[in-house]
């Protein structure tokens, strides 16, 4: 569980110094004042107390009790994405009718789904969400770790239908995997590098165009109850990819927290797939590609040859 009052969520420092430079807040007492004014005039919440807020880089999190039950409220200051933020927010409602367990957002007097507000350094993009109660996963647990597989399939299906947004990068995802091998990869881990070269001359054409996928699906936007997921959380990093990149990408990501960033192991990687191919099988074309994807986010994983988190080690494990 996240502290009380003030925190970072995934850096050191000091937290006030922080909401000071990149918000302007003088302290939480003024940040809880700002919640105040801006719930009552633009969403008609009132609020009760704001036990908990957490800055994590361009961005603020507060949980929130008002009158309209318990509330997460988040922020950017980062003006370039205000666009995309409104477009990822808008997905939200799609999900929720789709039975994703995604924190719905509320909207504003006007229907808005996300507002820009001023702040004391400058506009921010707030929205607001209904909160969703639970732990994070574990993933040493094994039935909560296939239920998230599930869910990603199910995630995958619901966004298929969704437009307005694009690539993270661009090029066709072929390219971008030679491109990174060609003048990307720093050579921590060249056995594992040379696999790669060799599965990507291999590959075949992936069918199927790319769709809207969730991005940073992982420990820490999920959350957990009683071994099964009811909170999908998070999807400001949704983008336009293959729904097998997006599961590759879990598969090396999902054990990694806001401060614990660790490789996930095989049998947890196995565990996801089985939960993802119970409700949405792999072909035998991606079930290549998803080899082939793992290693390479594994490898782009690797911060350098002896790291002690582990994930050169990783790099050299089977893949599933």
Not at 50 to 59: F, I, K, M, N, T
Not at 97 to 107: F, K, M
Not at 276 to 304: I, K, M, N
Request: glycine share 10%.
């Amino acid at each position: 569980m996240l502290p009380q009052g003030l925190s970072m969520l995934w850096e050191s420092g000091d937290a006030t110094v922080a909401l000071r430079a990149r918000f302007g807040f003088a302290d939480l007492a003024a940040v809880r004042t700002w919640l105040g004014v801006a719930l009552q005039d633009v969403w008609d919440v009132r609020l009760r107390a704001c036990p908990r807020v957490v800055l994590s880089g361009d961005g603020a999190v507060a949980w929130v009790a008002s009158d309209g039950g318990p509330l997460v409220v988040k922020w950017s200051c980062d003006a370039d994405r205000f666009a995309r933020l409104a477009a990822t927010t808008a997905l939200l409602p799609g999900l929720v009718a789709a039975g994703i367990p995604v924190a719905a957002p509320v909207a504003t007097r006007d229907g808005a789904l996300r507002a820009v507000l001023a702040a004391p350094r400058g506009p921010v993009s707030v929205g607001v969400f209904a909160e969703v109660a639970g732990d994070w996963l574990d993933v040493t647990d094994a039935a909560a770790v296939r239920d998230a597989g599930g869910w990603l399939a199910r995630t995958h299906a619901a966004l298929a239908p969704a437009d307005g947004l694009g690539p993270r990068a661009a090029g066709s995802l072929p390219d971008r995997v030679a491109a990174w091998l060609a003048d990307g990869d720093p050579g921590h881990v060249p056995t594992a590098s040379a696999r790669l070269a060799e599965l990507l001359a291999a590959a075949p054409d992936l069918p199927g165009a790319p769709q809207v996928v969730h991005g940073d699906f992982r420990a820490a936007n999920l959350l957990t109850r009683g071994g099964r997921v009811v909170g999908v959380l998070d999807l400001d990093d949704a983008h336009r990819a293959h729904p097998v990149e997006d599961l590759a990408q879990a598969s090396v990501y999902l054990a990694t927290r806001f401060r614990e960033w660790r490789p996930t192991p095989p049998a947890v990687r196995r565990d996801l797939l089985a939960g993802y191919s119970s409700v949405r099988p792999l072909t035998a074309t991606e079930h290549q590609w998803l080899d082939l994807l793992v290693r390479w986010f594994g490898l782009c994983a690797v911060p350098e040859p002896d790291d002690g988190g582990g994930w050169a080690a990783a790099a050299r494990e089977p893949v599933l």
